[in-house]
């Protein structure tokens, strides 16, 4: 029974022979290594795809993986080339007159390095001697280092290209709450499952996330306005920018000779999220497809040829148009009838529950529901305009799970009585009904042996039959929590992503761990930074983080007034960056020197203790025990 409403299955084999189109050779054997000899990426683990589909799988979704699970590199026009199948997105090399410029380079820099090896070896081995990013999301950039050399960047030999806002936007987007989104990423993406035909089977957009080394280079060369024209190694460029669609910041780039656009993550081959399940801010589909419909207008006369950073191109300006005009098409509809719904009186499930694209548009498998659902799309649609409130007074002031768990079990009779109805109901295929109220029950009495086992079986039938990737995901993912207790996921290797936050960015995501009520008792406290680049005599960036009523600000410049800081800390930002990446800690970093504080230290030890670790293995189908509730203190660590 398919769990989610968009059940069409594609039709036609025209996606089958555009997969396969320019292919030149895979990697073999599809694996990649970090230098410790750990797996950051096995594409052969997915060879179980070649198989029919099994009945725990829904056949669009498992057509759909068998695509994004084609892996090599590819011709995507004389001079173009991607490697796709090596991470959740494809990475693209257009030559140039002296080397290649690099499109995207995947999330880490094992599997780009592997892929630039990959393309130098059937196209030489070409420098490469541009980057160019899209838009802010890791899987198009974290694997830069793989690829080129910081030094080049920053001394001005390497161009890197990106949007207006890019640098903002990819260091901070996850950095407030980044653990959360992390910790719900690992459901999204089956990371703790295994793979294979009752498993993870890929998630729509690509298969998985590779698990390497995450980077950044600074962008050198800002896109800031749509027209704007760039030549890199004799490759010339025009650039649309689309701040707020896939991404807040992101841009399409057309190449004039070779009559091809590169539509960034604006248009795949599935419905993207409006709102993706690992959480983020509510993406914007109407701007999403007045852009689209500006893509048409800029450059339609002169495409023959659309490729993105996800699944395969689209050759033929008859098809590759009428491409971009159904995306748009889709994303008008979507929000439009939401709208109309809305105003109409409908809430978000009402609406989710009603709506369906027209069949011109649902018979599209480009169109379909691998990685946004539209039934999760119209919810977020209505959150964007409405918030979480559905105007119902009822639903103004609810418990919170467990409270209202307790409640409603025993309104209903009591565990083992509901225990013993959802399994009639479960019989009868009423699965969305079951998993509702056997939620209550394990959220009332966690150790009920027989409400865990039916509910994770609930789950798993729901996830074999999403068409939805995340949906199966997130489904599996929650019957092995059920069953196993709280799964944790492969960690990625270190990050090069501290060195892109400013110090605001550092000091605002210090000040999102304070444990507000125990810092409030601490009463008022003044630290002062002084910020070097480690250049002797070099001006500081000064900051002054002031911890009040249990809140703390961070402010640039000296604290207001005139007030005495209690503490002031002297260090580079290459210092900040190891403590902040954990490559040292504080006391360590004082005793080595890197750090010269003048004043109370004790001020440092208060406000590191009052800091709270995240917490990264939190569980999500089953209650976090009251007695856990406490983090963690970070220390100063």
């Not at 000899?37 to 056949?59: I, K, N, S």
């Not at 695509?67 to 030559?95: I, M, W």
């Not at 094992?110 to 892929?115: G, I, Q």
């Not at 919170?400 to 009591?414: D, H, I, K, S």
Request: charged residues 20%.
């Amino acid at each position: 029974m398919p769990a989610t409403p968009s059940a069409h299955l594609p039709d036609g084999h025209r996606d089958i022979a555009d997969a396969d189109r320019g292919f030149i050779a895979r990697l073999s054997p599809g694996v990649v290594r970090d230098a410790e000899g750990r797996t950051v990426w096995d594409a052969d683990a997915y060879a179980f795809l070649d198989d029919d589909c099994p009945p725990t799988a829904h056949p669009s979704l498992w057509r759909q993986s068998r695509l994004t699970a084609k892996q090599g590199l590819y011709e995507v026009v004389p001079g173009v080339y991607q490697v796709r199948g090596l991470d959740l997105s494809n990475v693209t090399f257009v030559e140039g007159d002296r080397g290649v410029l690099v499109i995207d380079p995947l999330i880490s820099a094992e599997v780009a390095a592997a892929a630039l090896a990959l393309y130098r070896e059937h196209r030489g081995d070409r420098p490469v001697t541009g980057v160019l990013y899209t838009h802010s999301h890791v899987d198009h950039f974290g694997g830069v280092h793989g690829v080129a050399d910081p030094e080049d960047a920053s001394a001005g030999r390497l161009p890197v290209i990106a949007p207006a806002g890019f640098l903002e936007h990819a260091a901070g987007e996850n950095v407030i709450t980044g653990p959360a989104m992390a910790r719900r990423s690992v459901y999204m993406y089956g990371a703790a499952l295994p793979k294979g035909p009752a498993g993870q089977i890929g998630c729509g957009l690509g298969q998985t996330t590779s698990l390497g080394s995450v980077g950044l280079i600074a962008p050198n060369l800002d896109v800031r306005t749509t027209g704007q024209s760039e030549t890199v190694d004799g490759i010339r460029m025009v650039f649309q920018l689309t701040p707020g669609t896939e991404a807040p910041a992101e841009m399409n780039v057309h190449f004039p000779g070779l009559r091809l656009l590169c539509v960034a993550e604006n248009a795949c081959h599935t419905l993207h999220n409006v709102l993706t399940l690992r959480g983020a801010l509510v993406r914007d589909p109407s701007a999403w497809a007045r852009y689209l419909t500006e893509t048409l207008r800029l450059f339609a006369d002169t495409t023959d040829v659309v490729f993105a950073s996800h699944h395969w191109p689209t050759w033929g300006q008859e098809r590759a148009l009428r491409f971009l005009e159904e995306q748009r098409d889709a994303y008008a509809y979507l929000h439009d009838q939401c709208v109309r719904l809305i105003n109409a009186g409908h809430t978000g499930a009402e609406i989710a529950e009603e709506l369906r694209f027209p069949p011109a548009l649902e018979q599209r498998t480009h169109i379909g529901g691998h990685y946004g659902s539209l039934n999760h799309n119209a919810k977020a649609v209505y959150q964007r305009y409405m918030g979480w409130f559905d105007g119902n007074p009822a639903h103004l002031w609810q418990h919170p799970p467990r409270e209202a768990a307790v409640r409603y079990t025993e309104f209903m009779g009591g565990a083992d009585a509901v225990v013993a109805k959802a399994r009639l109901s479960y019989d009868r295929g009423d699965l969305r009904w079951v998993a509702e109220v056997l939620n209550h029950v394990v959220f009332a009495e966690p150790e009920h042996a027989e409400a865990r086992a039916l509910q994770a079986d609930t789950l798993e039938r729901l996830g074999h039959g999403s068409e939805c990737g995340p949906w199966r995901n997130f489904y599996l993912t929650g019957a092995a929590e059920l069953r196993g207790g709280v799964l944790g996921a492969p960690g990625r290797g270190g990050s090069g992503m501290v060195a892109a936050l400013t110090a605001e960015q550092i000091f605002q995501s210090m000040a999102v761990r304070i444990d507000g009520p125990r810092a409030a008792e601490a009463g008022r406290l003044l630290l002062r930074w002084e910020i070097t680049d480690g250049t002797p005599d070099a001006p500081a960036e000064v900051w002054t983080l002031l911890l009040s009523n249990g809140a703390l600000t961070p402010m640039p410049g000296d604290a207001p007034r005139g007030e005495k800081p209690h503490l002031t800390l002297r260090l580079t930002r290459a210092t900040l960056d190891a403590v902040v990446g954990r490559a040292t800690t504080f006391p360590d970093a004082v005793a080595a020197g890197r750090i010269v504080p003048d004043g109370d230290l004790t001020a440092l030890t208060t406000l590191g203790g009052l800091m709270q670790r995240p917490d990264h293995r939190f569980p999500i189908v089953t209650p976090d025990p009251p007695a856990t509730r406490r983090l963690p203190a970070m220390g100063v660590s």
